[in-house]
């Protein structure tokens, strides 16, 4: 995380939030399907550009898939069991363009870099600090929840049944994520996250080139799908 950290072609983690905001807005209101398709290639250019080139050519094989999901004029006229098959993808695409930003968001911001932008920004830690916590969670989430099923593997354990899946990878989670949010919440009291005085950030956050590059492409992006679809 260091090296995406101090990479000049990394947005800062604000741009990349305004970023995570501004194509949510797709969702309530759809853009030209051109303009679709460009925003997920400038979301693949970002991975590519920070080192992840398996995440950039998944982002566009699973958009892709879900393009050519039918739309709901011709899922009316399915049986029902395919009508809600093919409804859930549809809403899977709806979300999926400002999912993936928000997953370039996690993948190349840590903590310390978020807090700063923040900081920087006159955010009230009422804000910063819960978006702190979350960061911190769902990556430990992530990793133990992939712990439990390389040791159910080594153990010859199939999770194919639903009840078994609850009883081996559901309950543990369960117990872990109280273990995390504790341990969590220890290590914010150990560092004085609730003393009011203003704090010295280790984790310098500085805006590049790149964050304008990338704010204003998207803003041009959205802006013109929403002209040329209305």
Not at 62 to 89: G, M, Q, R
Not at 106 to 129: F, H, N, R
């Amino acid at each position: 995380m260091l090296s995406v950290r101090n990479n000049r072609l990394n947005p800062n983690p604000i741009t990349k939030l305004f970023v995570v905001g501004l194509l949510g807005l797709t969702v309530v209101n759809s853009i030209h399907p051109y303009f679709e398709w460009v925003a997920v290639f400038v979301i693949s250019i970002m991975y590519y550009i920070n080192g992840f080139k398996k995440d950039a050519a998944k982002n566009i094989a699973v958009f892709t898939i879900l393009f050519f999901v039918p739309n709901l004029e011709f899922l009316y006229h399915l049986p029902f069991i395919v009508k809600i098959a093919f409804s859930l993808l549809f809403v899977l695409r709806m979300f999926y363009i400002p999912f993936a930003a928000g997953k370039f968001l996690i993948k190349t911001s840590d903590v310390g870099s978020i807090i700063s932008s923040m900081d920087s920004l006159k955010i009230p830690s009422a804000v910063s600090i819960p978006i702190a916590v979350m960061f911190r969670f769902f990556p430990s989430f992530v990793e133990e929840k992939n712990n439990i099923k390389l040791a159910m593997k080594i153990r010859g354990i199939e999770t194919k049944n639903p009840i078994k899946y609850l009883e081996y990878v559901a309950v543990p989670l369960l117990i872990i994520s109280s273990n995390i949010a504790d341990d969590i919440s220890k290590a914010a009291e150990t560092k004085c996250i609730a003393n009011p005085i203003k704090k010295t950030r280790y984790i310098p956050v500085r805006l590049h080139l790149i964050d304008f590059i990338y704010a204003i492409t998207m803003t041009a992006i959205v802006s013109g799908g929403f002209i040329c679809l209305h």
